[in-house]
């Protein structure tokens, strides 16, 4: 186990519709995010249809998250790609080979794990169009997720469903095995729009009135499920009435809260620079773009949710770690839970292993238990 101090901040960048912006809006970001200083590492997990790679320039053979995950490499340090510009890194997701394009839960999981440990203060993640659960469980598992829609009628529904699908199924994925909470997610996620479905608010106080000791991971995806929208190809002048629209329905039909961070605005410039969009950053054709950008970057807040927490040390842990510790919490006498759930414990241990380390010890499990075979 190795630590690492320095906090860091992973965006995961999605949206229901392709080919409204994704891409070349994940690009810009990193480009200047890397420009005003911070480490980032660009992820292409559009897992069938990446293209990071050609956005940055990047025509040749380099390894890529296949390698991943095909085992070729240990660890996703590994396949880290530097690029024309400094502080700038790529992770490609080219040359996936069919089937490969989804990837089973646990690999998920392990490319999340890694993905944390990556010497980066920014990740930002690119996912695919639809509603794959891919896609779906890569945008709830990131710090903050950004949803990028045109603002046509088809493409904001599309960010909706986009939405919801990303709530449910990280509901889900926390809550499946729980013998009441889990059939509860099943059918609420299967109601129309017509059906009055729980809201986020309302689901929470049914969560404790069925098991009181969920209440803080349940508080933790309320606070933590603010997905932050980027509407692009605005034409100037136009008014929100669609954005309004679309977060009143997250907030009525979902209770969540959306932030709209921003527009992009429509520039028929950036097709002469799809093979090079720092390039068109850096371009006077692309000074609104830019700026636009920059504006999000301020209303996104980065420089405060980057900054090292004073007195938190974050331990890292290996997968190998990892698998050894979700195999005591099988073998542990049920005592040991009692009052908790076993299972959200080794769900956790994926996403906070010092969490539940220090868990376990408070409840006597000796700490050679957990280091040694
Ligand atoms: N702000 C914009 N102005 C004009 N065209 C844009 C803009 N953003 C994206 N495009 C066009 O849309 C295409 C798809 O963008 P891309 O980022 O690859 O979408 P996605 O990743 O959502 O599928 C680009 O090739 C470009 O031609
Ligand atoms: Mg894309």
């Known amino acids: 186990m190795n630590n690492d101090k320095r906090a860091k901040t992973i965006f995961a960048v999605g949206g229901g519709k392709g080919g409204v912006g994704k891409s070349i809006f994940s690009v810009a970001l990193g480009t200047l995010l890397a420009n005003a200083g911070y480490s980032v590492v660009l992820t292409d997990l559009d897992l069938g249809a990446a293209n990071l790679h050609a956005c940055m320039g990047i ?33 490609s997701g080219a040359d996936f080979l069919p089937g490969m394009a ?34 779906l469980d890569f945008f709830g598992v990131a710090d903050r997720g950004i949803v990028v829609t045109a603002p046509e009628p088809g493409a904001v529904m599309n960010a909706y469903g986009f939405i919801k699908g990303a709530l449910f199924r990280k509901l889900q994925s926390i809550f499946r095995k729980h013998p009441d909470i889990g059939p509860l997610i099943d059918s609420e996620s299967k109601k129309t729009e017509g059906e009055g479905r729980l809201t986020l608010d309302k ?44 977060i009143a329905l997250c907030t009525e039909k979902l209770g969540i809260k959306m932030d709209h961070v921003g527009n992009l605005p429509d520039s028929r410039d950036i097709s002469d620079f799809l093979l090079n969009i720092p390039g068109f950053l850096d371009a006077k054709a692309g000074k609104l773009y830019r700026s636009a950008i920059k504006g999000i970057i301020d209303t996104l807040n980065v420089s405060d949710l980057t900054v090292p927490q004073k007195g938190q040390r974050k331990a890292e842990f290996s997968d190998e770690d990892v698998e050894r510790i979700i195999k005591v919490i099988e073998w542990l006498d049920d005592s040991i839970f009692s009052g908790t759930n076993r299972e959200v414990w080794k769900l956790r241990m994926y996403f906070n292993p010092s969490e539940v380390v220090d868990f376990l010890a408070s409840r006597g499990v000796s700490y050679e238990t957990l280091s040694s075979e």
């Not at 025509?59 to 502080?87: M, Q, W």
């Not at 690999?107 to 993640?125: C, E, G």
């Open 59 to 91: 025509l040749r053979k380099t390894p890529s998250i296949a390698d991943f995950i095909l085992k070729k490499v240990p660890s996703l340090e590994d396949i880290l790609i530097e690029t024309s510009r400094k502080n700038l890194h790529l992770i």
């Open 102 to 135: 989804n990837p089973a839960y646990w690999m998920k999981l392990k490319i999340m794990r890694h993905i944390r440990s990556l010497p980066a203060d920014i990740v930002i993640m690119d996912l695919g169009a639809g509603v794959h659960f891919n896609t």
């Open 203 to 246: 689901f929470t106080k049914e969560v404790i009135k069925i098991d009181p000791d969920l209440y803080p991971l349940i508080s933790e995806v309320e606070q933590s499920f603010t997905p932050a929208l980027v509407v692009n190809r605005v034409p100037a002048g136009q008014s929100h009435v669609l954005v309004r629209n679309l």
